[in-house]
């Protein structure tokens, strides 16, 4: 690509959200990202792409190369608001094409054509474009799409013929197997995954699917990656990391216990995992695990001294927000960070290796950084768990938990079983109002 990216931005009144996520049909290539604190990002359409774990090299090298290069060619038309790359990195690189995960199992960023981004109510548009004498009328017709999309409606309902959780005595072996190794080695904690196969009557539209993800999951991040006929989603609350010039924050999240039925079970509960030698082991290695990395690139470090409990609709965790201040090289923090001892384990690279070791799946984007990523390096990326990849009528999704010295296979097997119910619920007797 030799050709110069222009770019322009559009301020405009405001959308729904909802003709947002309906506008996604109308395009091959689609990302949507919610964050509880930070920007929300609609992006439609591409001007470049990158497979970042098909390169032969790290994958974050990879991204930061091409986001370079794109930045050497982009060419502000009296815009002050910058385009960004959006997707997903994979979990690690050179996965195995699987079937499951088809297009999408190396990852998938692109720079959008067409970038919405909303921050306090106030609305964005930035068109990029090879072709300077066109870009305005490209921004303007796309902004008429949007307040044309068609939201009528009519009753529609999609419903769950089948559920099968795949492999689940051979994942207890994997855990008990795994809990022997960490005691009898230098092996700490690793997080084994499983999958669990959905099957519905008919293909999920995608405003269907972020509506009922607004609906059931008003606290966590929520993630849509649209790419031909594949659809990742994701309602993850972990944040990998928000960004700006100089300041990096991200969190330690790890321990689960279930809700509570009334105020005072779950409260309970709450009380039972914070006071919870094994759960507080389990998060303490990822807050010590994160902040030596922050510090080894030169960051001034700051968390509070003990987790607090983050509430989601099902399940409750050990939260402890951690705050690096100072200069730092985004690529190679997040290579350094990815995957935390919250995905992968302790010490990384053994764990990964007994990942790869007893998963009897691809994990593609399960579990990867996936957001968006400014060309002033400013950005946010969520940790893509509570997590499930859907083609046509079939959906596979994934949950994971740390396996440590004291784990009881039956007791992960329950833990996972919680993680799937944020997508299951999505999916889950769909029905509204559809065209
Ligand atoms: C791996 C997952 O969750 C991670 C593992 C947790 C745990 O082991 O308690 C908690 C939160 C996440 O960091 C998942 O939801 O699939």
């Known amino acids: 690509m030799t050709k110069k990216i222009y770019y322009l931005n559009t301020a405009f009144e405001s959308v729904s959200e909802y003709n947002l996520a309906l506008l996604v049909q109308k395009y091959s290539i689609a990302f949507l990202f919610h964050s509880p604190t930070g920007q929300n990002i609609y992006a439609f359409d591409s001007i470049s792409q990158l497979k970042p774990g098909e390169q032969n090299e790290n994958q974050f090298t990879a991204v930061a190369k091409w986001q370079n290069y794109l930045f050497s060619k982009l060419e502000p038309l009296n815009a002050q608001i910058l385009p960004q790359i959006v997707g997903s990195f994979s979990f690690t690189s050179g996965q195995q094409n699987s079937e499951i995960w088809e297009s999408l199992t190396n990852g998938?960023?692109?720079?959008?054509?067409?970038?919405?981004?909303?921050?306090?109510?106030?609305?964005?548009?930035?068109?990029?474009?090879?072709?300077?004498?066109?870009?305005?009328?490209?921004?303007?017709?796309?902004?008429?799409?949007?307040?044309?999309?068609?939201?009528?409606?009519?009753?529609?309902?999609?419903?769950?013929?089948?559920?099968?959780?795949?492999?689940?005595?051979?994942?207890?072996?994997?855990?008990?197997?795994?809990?022997?190794?960490?005691?009898?080695?230098?092996?700490?904690?690793?997080?084994?995954?499983?999958?669990?196969?959905?099957?519905?009557?008919?293909?999920?539209?995608?405003?269907?699917?972020?509506?009922?993800?607004?609906?059931?999951?008003?606290?966590?991040?929520?993630?849509?990656?649209?790419?031909?006929?594949?659809?990742?989603?994701?309602?993850?609350?972990?944040?990998?990391?928000?960004?700006?010039?100089?300041?990096?924050?991200?969190?330690?999240?790890?321990?689960?216990?279930?809700?509570?039925?009334?105020?005072?079970?779950?409260?309970?509960?709450?009380?039972?995992?914070?006071?919870?030698?094994?759960?507080?082991?389990?998060q303490q290695f990822v807050v010590n695990t994160i902040s030596e990395i922050l510090k080894k690139t030169g960051l001034i470090v700051n968390h509070p001294q003990n987790p607090i409990l983050l509430k989601n609709k099902n399940v409750q965790h050990l939260y402890t927000p951690i705050t690096g201040m100072g200069f730092y090289n985004l690529f190679s923090l997040l290579g350094e960070l990815h995957p935390t001892p919250a995905l992968g384990g302790l010490p990384k690279a053994d764990a990964l290796k007994q990942i790869n070791k007893v998963e009897p799946f691809i994990r593609g984007l399960f579990g990867a950084p996936v957001g968006h990523i400014s060309f002033d390096n400013s950005g946010e990326l969520a940790v893509g768990i509570r997590s499930g990849i859907l083609k046509a009528n079939k959906a596979f999704l994934f949950a994971g938990a740390g396996i440590v010295a004291g784990s009881i296979p039956e007791n992960e097997v329950k833990e996972t079983r919680m993680k799937f119910q944020p997508i299951l619920q999505v999916l889950e007797g769909v029905s509204h109002s559809e065209k």
């Open 108 to 282: 998938f960023f692109f720079l959008p054509k067409f970038l919405v981004i909303v921050e306090k109510k106030n609305f964005t548009l930035v068109t990029c474009s090879f072709t300077k004498n066109t870009i305005i009328q490209e921004s303007t017709a796309f902004l008429r799409l949007l307040g044309t999309v068609d939201t009528k409606k009519k009753p529609y309902s999609n419903l769950i013929t089948k559920t099968e959780e795949l492999a689940v005595t051979k994942w207890k072996d994997a855990v008990a197997e795994t809990t022997k190794l960490i005691k009898e080695t230098n092996l700490k904690k690793v997080v084994l995954a499983r999958s669990l196969k959905v099957e519905f009557i008919h293909e999920f539209k995608v405003h269907t699917l972020w509506k009922k993800l607004k609906d059931t999951q008003p606290n966590t991040y929520r993630i849509l990656l649209k790419q031909n006929t594949s659809l990742f989603i994701s309602a993850t609350p972990e944040r990998l990391a928000k960004f700006s010039a100089n300041q990096f924050e991200t969190v330690a999240l790890a321990g689960t216990i279930k809700r509570g039925d009334t105020l005072s079970e779950d409260a309970e509960l709450g009380k039972k995992l914070i006071t919870d030698p094994k759960n507080r082991g389990e």
